[in-house]
């Protein structure tokens, strides 16, 4: 399915992907400050370096001079990156400073992106504030002083509430409130959770109560899905693992590479020997690789076989 990407993003892509003069992407040497976001397992990452001009008395007052960013994920996630990269180096911002840029921010600097593809310009914002924290750490000016508080980072690593995406219990909720997010659709928009099998939507614990705890809201829950397939031990026959294989990439890996515009085909099992190709957008895309390694050859042996090997037509 094609996205409605304003000519603005779609420009910001194009000039990325060809590596225009003035563009951002890859990563600054021996940067100031670092950080990480996403998970390339789930579809999307995004590494972040800043260079700043170091004021002699007060770190606080250190300028941003350089920003650059790694990013494994879709059209929307690589214009969100440069985009967030440009903001920061027109502004000649101090990192303090840069912490104000919100996704929402980015979105509008974009003019605008499909609700669906929230989730990109979020990514970017969580990446800028983890290198900003550890700027921080290098420069000794405490977390406070940006106005973050550290028992919040380390909350971050709860309970996993996503397993398909690895989002935690803490971040879902911090989310929730920051974003004035009301629905499970909301959620999956904005930060992707619930977006491929949906098992924790309704599970105990999971998307709709941590909503009604949030919102005090009170809301029957639908009957929830069936769980994932998960590895098992057993001896299968080969009609067996086919079809756990087929239900494992209906449930898991469709959902993501439909998401993307994009689609797989099983072309043949032998064994565990797994012939596929990808449709659509996936199908040309330089990660292509990438994907089938670390979405559909790593589903696959988390939830059916760890023996099972995905060969790309």
């Given amino acids: 399915m094609p996205w409605d990407y304003s ?14 003069a003035g563009t951002h992407f890859g990563r600054v040497e021996n940067p100031d400050g670092e950080g990480r976001h996403g998970s390339i397992s789930c579809g999307d990452a995004m590494d972040f370096s800043f260079r700043v001009e170091r004021h002699p008395d007060d770190p606080k007052k250190d300028r941003i001079v350089e920003a650059r960013y790694q990013t494994f994920g879709c059209t929307s996630a690589i214009a969100s990156s440069e985009a967030m990269c440009r903001m920061i180096e027109e502004r000649t911002i101090t990192p303090v400073e840069a912490l104000q840029i919100k996704n929402a921010d980015i979105v509008d600097y974009l ?8 989730h990109c310009s979020v990514m970017g914002a969580e990446a800028l504030q983890a290198a900003v924290v550890d700027w921080a750490r290098r420069r000794g000016v405490g977390l406070e002083e940006l106005g973050i508080e550290p028992d919040r980072l380390e909350e971050d690593e ?17 989310k929730v409130k920051e974003l004035g997010l009301r629905t499970i659709e909301e959620i999956t928009a904005a930060i992707k959770a619930g977006g491929a099998c949906t098992s924790c939507h309704h599970e105990p614990g999971g998307l709709q109560d941590i909503l009604n705890e949030t919102w005090g809201e009170s809301v029957v829950a639908p009957e929830a899905p069936p769980p994932e397939a998960v590895a098992s031990p057993r001896v299968r026959t080969p009609y067996q693992l086919a079809k756990e294989i087929e239900r494992a990439i209906d449930v898991s890996v469709r959902p993501r590479l439909q998401g993307e515009g994009g689609d797989i085909e099983i072309v043949e099992i032998r064994e565990k020997k797994v012939f596929c190709t990808l449709l659509g957008v996936c199908s040309g895309c330089a990660g292509a690789g990438q994907t089938m390694r670390f979405v559909v050859e790593d589903t696959l042996r988390r939830q059916v076989d760890p023996e099972i090997e995905v060969i790309p037509l």
């Fill in 158 to 174: 709860g309970r996993v509430v996503c397993k398909c995406f690895n989002l935690t219990e803490p971040y879902v909720r911090r």
């Fill in 111 to 118: 003019d605008g992106l499909p609700p669906q593809k929230l």
């Fill in 7 to 20: 000519n603005k993003t779609m420009q910001l892509f194009r000039d990325a992907i060809a590596n225009k």
